[in-house]
Structures are given as C-alpha cells and as structure tokens.
Nanobody, 123 residues
Framework: VQLQASGGGLVQAGGSLRLSCAAS????????VGWFRQSPGREREYVGH????????SYADSVQGRFTISRDNAKKTAWLHMKSLKFEDTAVYYC?????????????????WGPGTQVTVSS
C-alpha cells in the first residue's frame, strides 16, 4: 500500500482544513488508517485512527471534538477533517495504515506511511 497525504496549507486560528490520504493497492480496505503529526523538535504524535470498516474512530484528547476521521474504501481514501484549529495544531501531518496490534497511539506498530503534508495555523 502506498499512501499520499494532501490538503495541508496555511489557515488562521479558528479555521478549518480537510486532509486527504489517498492509497494505492488492493489492501487498503482491510487496514485501519491512522493520522499522526509532528512539529519541530517533537516526537511524532498520534492524532487518531479509524477502523477498516469505518466504525469507531478514536482521537487523541488534544483533538477530540475538533477533528473527525472518515474513510471511503471504494475511493481508497481517508480524510482528516479539522476545525477550530489552534496554533498548536501546526505540524506535518501523516497518514499511516496497517496497524499490527491495538496500541494505535504507538507509531511503531503502523506498517505503511506516506509523506506528510504541512499544516500551519497562524495565531
């Protein structure tokens, strides 16, 4: 599976963005998809993930209620909808697939990663 995140950009605090994660390959529909982010000098951190079926997305506390993850397996695409953006949401955002195990917050269990997309929130 190859992944490509897109949709990043510059947005004012309080604004919204939608990131896309487009996949190639036949196995996408079988994999959970995770979103992570990394800002300079910090570890890559978990944002949230969605089950292969699209059910029960989960989120980090820092984005709960502001971010929503969805997917369309027929389109081989997942999305990260972000609203009420804050300056501290500024980071490079990555999508990942194929979590091995259930420690979804642990970036090391994810098998596939795509290049990230920069999100910059101006205060």
């Amino acid at each position: 599976v190859q992944l490509q995140a897109s949709g990043g950009g510059l947005v004012q605090a309080g604004g919204s963005l939608r990131l896309s994660c487009a996949a190639s390959g036949h196995s996408f529909r079988s994999y959970s998809v995770g979103w992570f982010r990394q800002s300079p000098g910090r570890e890559r951190e978990y944002v949230g993930h969605i089950h292969w079926s699209g059910s029960t997305p989960s989120y980090a506390d820092s984005v709960q209620g502001r971010f929503t993850i969805s997917r369309d397996n027929a389109k081989k695409t997942a999305w990260l909808h972000m609203k009420s953006l804050k300056f501290e949401d500024t980071a490079v955002y990555y999508c990942a697939a194929q979590a091995v195990g259930t420690r979804f917050q642990d970036r090391h269990i994810w098998g596939y990663w795509g290049p990230g997309t920069q999100v910059t929130v101006s205060s």
